[in-house]
């Protein structure tokens, strides 16, 4: 069986070198003889830390910079809800100062008051129609039917919708 390789004499010589001396981890390595990974595992179960007043390295900086950056970045404001039955719509930006809810009172069990619902939600019918490029009025008198052919259907009676097809004759070849 081989001799253990950290001996209290290398233990203590690393604890030299990065909390004395304030060497990296991969230059304690190579005075030693191992490996950086092996440095940093028993500095981390020995509970070694590197000296407060040890120069940076260039990739250490650059880490620590990038945390400092993203660390500025993160801390956003926090978002105050309306409480349950109020109208959660957002006016605004979150990430920015200024930024709040309706709070109206919420119609029925639903997330919003009832203009905001009304912005929100757009009849299917309705969306159909202008993308299908339906005018104003056009699409009036198609919500016009709509309601006349539901009413109708309310008191039991069965309308027939209108449809409109273009029969388009084949050409011959």
């Known amino acids: 069986m081989s001799a253990p390789f950290w001996t209290p004499a290398r233990v203590a010589a690393l604890e030299q070198m990065i909390c004395v001396e304030g060497a990296t981890f991969e230059a304690a390595a ?3 003889g191992t490996t950086k990974n ?23 900086r650059a880490v620590r910079a990038r945390a400092e950056r993203r660390r500025r ?6 978002l105050e809800f309306p409480s349950p039955g109020h109208c959660l719509y957002p006016f605004g930006d ?9 709070g ?3 119609e029925g ?7 905001h619902r009304r912005a929100v939600y757009v009849r299917a019918e309705l969306a159909e129609a202008g993308r299908a490029g339906w005018t104003p009025g056009r ?3 198609a919500s016009w039917t709509d309601e006349r052919r539901a009413a109708a259907r309310a008191h039991g009676r069965v309308v027939a919708r209108r449809i409109a097809a273009r029969i ?3 050409k011959e070849v």
């Not at 979150?94 to 309706?102: A, D, I, N, T």
Request: proline content about 12%; overall charge positive; some cysteine.
């Open 38 to 60: 092996a440095c940093v595992g028993k500095a981390l179960r020995t509970g070694l830390r590197p000296a407060p007043d040890a120069p940076l390295s260039p990739l250490q």
């Open 73 to 78: 970045t993160v801390a956003r404001p926090r």
């Open 94 to 102: 979150p990430g920015e100062e200024g930024f709040h809810f309706c």
């Open 139 to 141: 699409r009036a008198r």
């Open 168 to 170: 388009v004759p084949r």
């Open 104 to 106: 109206e009172r919420a």
């Open 109 to 115: 069990d639903g997330a919003w008051c009832a203009e």
């Open 30 to 32: 190579r005075r030693l």
